[in-house]
């Protein structure tokens, strides 16, 4: 399965669309991840873990064949929900 996980928080962004374009050329063998649908909690080294969605997440990272990260670009680096993942 190739995963595909869209980091932008902005409906109209560029690399959302990028994402689902890249999801409908894959379709058949992809699975989509919108950061903006899933509550994700802050990255704190230790509780986060026990959260339900990093669960889920850490399991379709584990079993994705490919991952691409379609993620805005802000001072010549990721945004920080990408950082965050």
């Known amino acids: 399965m ?3 996980i869209s ?3 902005n409906p109209s962004s560029k690399s959302r ?13 992809a699975k989509l991840i919108d950061l903006q649908k ?5 990255c704190d080294g230790d ?3 026990k959260h339900p969605a990093v669960g889920i997440l850490k399991e379709n990272i584990q079993n ?4 691409l990260i379609a993620g805005p670009i802000y001072n010549y680096d ?3 929900a990408s950082k965050n993942l």
């Open 2 to 4: 190739h995963l595909i």
């Open 7 to 9: 980091c932008s928080l």
């Open 17 to 29: 669309i990028m994402a689902e374009y890249a999801y409908n050329l894959y379709c058949k063998n």
């Open 38 to 42: 899933i509550k994700l909690p802050m």
């Open 47 to 49: 509780a986060c873990y």
């Open 64 to 67: 994705a064949s490919s991952i």
């Open 78 to 80: 990721l945004n920080a």
